[in-house]
Every structure is written in C-alpha cells, then in structure tokens.
C-alpha cells in the first residue's frame, strides 16, 4: 500500500504560479503511473496530468502549456508545477497512483492510493 501526501498548495493571484509535491512512502513507486487530480466544489473530480514510468506525460486540454507534472522516483515524489494560473484552477489537488493502461489514464476510477488533497486558490 502506498501512502501519499500532497503539499504546496495555497493562495496566488491571477497569472501567479505554484508548484505541489506529493511525496509517497512505501514500494515500488517507479513501477507506478502518478496522476493528479482536481476537484472543485460542486464539481466532480476531473484529471489535470499524468505521467508514467516512461516518464512520457499526459494533461488535461484546459492546463496543457501551463501545467508541467514531472517524478523524482530516488525521493519518491511527483510535482504539478502550475504556471498562468487562471480562477479557475481553483480547486483541492489530489495525487494517486496507477496502473492503468494508456486509454484509462484519465479515469479516476483507474487510481487506487490517493493523498489527502491540497487546496489551490487563484484570486481575479
């Protein structure tokens, strides 16, 4: 079982950037697909990005060329680095783990360890 913490969340104006980090503990972490995910209230949990042992990335249509994910497999950690943050982004921002084949790589159904959410709030 992987346990998982998300940290870096926080208030930021329009345009301003903020980088998450979700540091796991326990094994094989390489061998794991690592999503982000976000939801706001009201809203159901929706995919931001992925990235897989390939290291090869995925994102959302709404944050592809602001958002970067990337995975440091020795510390065990993946980052979200959000840049031209917009309102909204505006949202709690889950890390999970996977195996999923390419084609469910979006499907929140597909991720089984999840943080404990980190809140991101983007002011006009």
């Known amino acids: 079982q992987v346990q998982l913490v998300e940290s870096g969340g926080g208030l930021v104006q329009a345009g301003g950037s903020l980088r998450l980090s979700c540091v796991a503990s326990g094994t094989s972490f390489s061998s794991y697909t690592l999503g982000w995910f976000r939801q706001a209230p009201g809203k159901e949990r929706e995919f931001v990005a992925a990235?897989?042992?390939?290291?090869?990335?995925y994102y959302a249509d709404s944050v592809k060329g602001r958002f970067t994910i990337s995975r440091d497999n020795v510390k065990k950690t993946v980052y979200l680095e959000m840049d031209a943050l917009k309102p909204e982004d505006t949202a709690v921002y889950y890390c999970?783990?996977?195996?999923?084949?390419?084609?469910?790589?979006?499907?929140?159904?597909?991720?089984?360890?999840w943080g404990q959410g980190t809140q991101v709030t983007v002011a006009s």
């Open positions: 990235i897989r042992t390939t290291s090869h990335t």
């Open positions: 999970a783990t996977s195996r999923a084949v390419l084609s469910a790589i979006r499907n929140p159904d597909m991720y089984y360890s």
